[in-house]
Structure formats: structure tokens, C-alpha cells
Nanobody, 122 residues
């Protein structure tokens, strides 16, 4: 499963962006997907995750209430809607997929995208 994450860019604080994670693999719709982010000089942190059906979602405390993860299995795409962006949200955002249940642990995910840069200016 090769993932592609896109939709990053430069935005002012308070604005929104929507990231997308997609693949050509036909089994993607059976995979749990997580979003992670890595700021310069910092470790990769969990952001949000969603089960294969979309019925289960959970978020890091730092983005709860501002970010929404969703998926459209007909389009083999998982989205991360990011609202009320803050400068501390600046990072490279990665999507990852796993055939099991969604997890906050990066080690659990076998397949990773290349990352998309989100920069939030103050």
C-alpha cells in the first residue's frame, strides 16, 4: 500500500486546511488510518486516527475540537480537516495505514505516505 498525502500549505493562524491521504491500493478501504505530524527538531506525534469503517475516530488532546478525520472509501481517501489552525500546528503531516484497529502508536502502522508540510503563520 503506497500512500500519498497532500493538501499542505502556508496559512495564517485561525484559518483552515484539509489534508488528503489516498492510494491506488484496493485494500485501503479495509485499513485503519492515522495522521501524525513532526515539527522541526521534534519527534513524530499522533494527531488523529480512524477505523476502516469510519465508525471509530480519536484525536490527540492538542487538536480535539479543531481537527476532524473522515474517510470516503469509495474514493480510497482519508481526510484531515484542520480548523482554527495555530502556529504550533506547523509540521510535516504524515498519513499511515494498518490492517488492524486504529492506534495512537506510530509503530503499529506498516504503510506511510511521504508527508505534506503545513505552515501556520502568526
Amino acid at each position: 500500500v503506497q500512500l500519498q498525502a497532500f493538501g499542505g500549505g502556508l496559512v495564517e493562524a485561525g484559518n483552515s486546511l484539509r489534508l488528503s491521504c489516498t492510494t491506488s491500493g484496493r485494500f485501503f478501504r479495509t485499513y485503519a488510518v492515522g495522521w501524525f505530524r513532526q515539527a522541526p527538531g521534534k519527534e513524530r506525534d499522533f494527531v488523529a486516527a480512524i477505523s476502516w469503517s469510519g465508525g471509530t475516530t480519536f484525536y490527540a488532546d492538542s487538536v480535539q475540537g479543531r481537527f476532524t478525520i473522515s474517510r470516503d472509501n469509495a474514493k480510497n481517501t482519508v481526510y484531515l480537516q484542520m480548523n482554527s489552525l495555530k502556529p504550533e500546528d506547523t509540521a510535516v503531516y504524515y498519513c499511515a495505514a494498518d490492517g488492524g484497529t486504529p492506534s495512537q502508536s506510530a509503530q503499529k502502522y506498516d504503510h506511510w505516505g511521504q508527508g505534506t508540510l503545513v505552515t501556520v503563520s502568526s
